[in-house]
């Protein structure tokens, strides 16, 4: 082998294993928990929706009916009503999940002061998606007064999605 050769491949496992070892020492200093509120801030930015990061706050905001007293924005509320619940269970590694955000965004924003929306990553809080019964990704469910309202699975154009809250605030409102 000529000496060329040899130096190349030896600059080549020196470069591998510099990287191996900024890796590992990046990692020591990433604790889980800031990797952790990573994943949960890319899901969120997409949707919109608030994080559910317990299984304490979705009982809470989800399953528990939240009515004109607990709104925080008052003027915009309007009536007494107690009002659903859009719940999108994704994951940050769900190529579908990721078509659907911008979807449940764009609802989100149609519905206004008419429907809450809330995020639940599956890799964070699978207890909570078992609970639910969520099989697959990405699945929507809307609640009221912590019934189930409606269930919708896999990736959805905007028009769909609608018509499933029309359908619910619909029959809310008979």
Known sequence: MTMTKKTSIFSAVFSLLFLLFFLCVASAFLAPSTIHSLTKLSMVSKSGGRLI???????????????????????????????????????????????????????????RNKIEVVEISTDDLPVVA????????????????????????????????????DKVLEDLSA
């Open 53 to 111: 990061i317990s299984p304490e706050q979705f009982e809470r905001e989800v399953l528990l009916p939240k009515s004109f007293s607990q709104c925080n924005n008052k003027s915009d509320f309007s009536g007494n009503k107690i009002i659903p619940v859009l719940v999108l269970f994704s994951a940050p590694w769900c190529g579908p999940c990721r078509l659907t955000s911008p979807v449940v965004k764009e609802v989100m924003k149609q519905y």
């Open 130 to 165: 078992s609970k639910a019964g969520v099989l697959s990704i990405p699945t929507i469910l809307i609640y009221h007064e912590g019934q189930v309202m409606d269930t919708i699975v896999g990736c959805v154009a905007k028009n769909v999605l609608a018509r499933a809250v």
